[in-house]
T-cell receptor
Framework: EAQVTQNPRYLITVTGKKLTVTCSQN?????MSWYRQDPGLGLRQIYY???????DKGDVPEGYKVSRKEKRNFPLILESPSPNQTSLYFC???????????????FGPGTRLTVT | AQTVTQSQPEMSVQEAETVTLSCTYD???????LFWYKQPPSRQMILVIR??????QNATENRFSVNFQKAAKSFSLKISDSQLGDAAMYFC????????????????FGKGTLLTVNP
C-alpha cells in the first residue's frame, strides 16, 4: 500500500529535550515536506527536500532541522524544543515532476507534539 | 507570495442538504492547481477534489463539486446530499504549476472551515 508513515503519532516532552519525528514514504517520491498545523493558521511549511541531500527552508523553519540521507526518509529534528512548537505536524511527499494523475501531495497521519 | 482565504471559520448543514464552502486566493501566476482537503477527527489529510487552472470545466467527484472562477480568483466547494461522515475541517490549498525551484511545490493553505452536519 502506498503510504507516508510518521512516528511517533503522539509525543509529550519537556522544553530543551531533543527529539526526532520520523517520516518515511514507499512511493519513491523525490519531494518531501514538513508542515505544522495550528488552530486558526491552517498548515504552514517548515522545510522541504527536492531529493537526497537537497533540503531548503519553508515558511516557518526556526527551531527545526531536517536531513535527507535516503530517498524514502525525511526526519524532522527539534534540537531544543520550546512550548511554541506544540503543534500537529504533517509529513508529505510527491513526485518532482508532474505526471498524469499524481501531482497531489500524499500526507502522513500526523504527529501531535506537546512541549511543556 | 500566494495567499488563500477561507472566510467561513465554521459552517453547518442539515443531513441530505447542500452546502457551499468558500475559498478565494491571490496569485500573479496564470497556471496553478487548487485543492480541497478534508480533515476528519482522525486528523488525516484527505484529498477531496482538485482543479487545474487551465481547465475551464469545473471538477466533480461524486457528491463534491467546485465552482472555479479564475478571473475572480474564487474556488468554492459544493457538497451535495450531505452525510454525517462529511463533518470535518476543510482546507482550500494552492500550488504553483511552475515546476522550477522547490518552493513552488509548496501547498499554501487557507485557515480552514469547520463543517458540522446535523442529523
Amino acid at each position: 500500500e502506498a503510504q507516508v508513515t510518521q512516528n511517533p503519532r503522539y509525543l509529550i516532552t519537556v522544553t530543551g529535550k531533543k527529539l526526532t519525528v520520523t517520516c518515511s514514504q514507499n512511493m519513491n517520491h523525490e519531494y518531501m515536506s514538513w508542515y505544522r498545523q495550528d488552530p486558526g493558521l491552517g498548515l504552514r511549511q517548515i522545510y522541504y527536500s527536492m531529493n537526497v541531500e537537497v533540503t531548503d527552508k519553508g515558511d516557518v523553519p526556526e527551531g527545526y532541522k531536517v536531513s535527507r540521507k535516503e530517498k524514502r526518509n525525511f526526519p524532522l529534528i527539534l534540537e531544543s524544543p520550546s512550548p511554541n512548537q506544540t503543534s500537529l505536524y504533517f509529513c508529505a511527499s510527491s513526485p518532482n515532476r508532474d505526471r498524469v494523475g499524481p501531482y497531489e501531495q500524499y500526507f502522513g497521519p500526523g504527529t501531535r507534539l506537546t512541549v511543556t | 507570495a500566494q495567499t488563500v482565504t477561507q472566510s467561513q471559520p465554521e459552517m453547518s448543514v442539515q443531513e441530505a442538504e447542500t452546502v457551499t464552502l468558500s475559498c478565494t486566493y491571490d496569485t500573479s501566476e496564470s497556471d496553478y492547481y487548487l485543492f480541497w482537503y478534508k480533515q476528519p477527527p482522525s486528523r488525516q489529510m484527505i484529498l477531496v477534489i482538485r482543479q487545474e487552472a487551465y481547465k475551464q470545466q469545473n471538477a466533480t467527484e461524486n457528491r463534491f463539486s467546485v465552482n472555479f472562477q479564475k478571473a475572480a480568483k474564487s474556488f468554492s466547494l459544493k457538497i451535495s446530499d450531505s452525510q454525517l461522515g462529511d463533518a470535518a475541517m476543510y482546507f482550500c490549498a494552492y500550488r504553483s504549476a511552475l515546476l522550477v525551484g522547490g518552493s513552488n511545490y509548496k501547498l499554501t493553505f487557507g485557515k480552514g472551515t469547520l463543517l458540522t452536519v446535523n442529523p
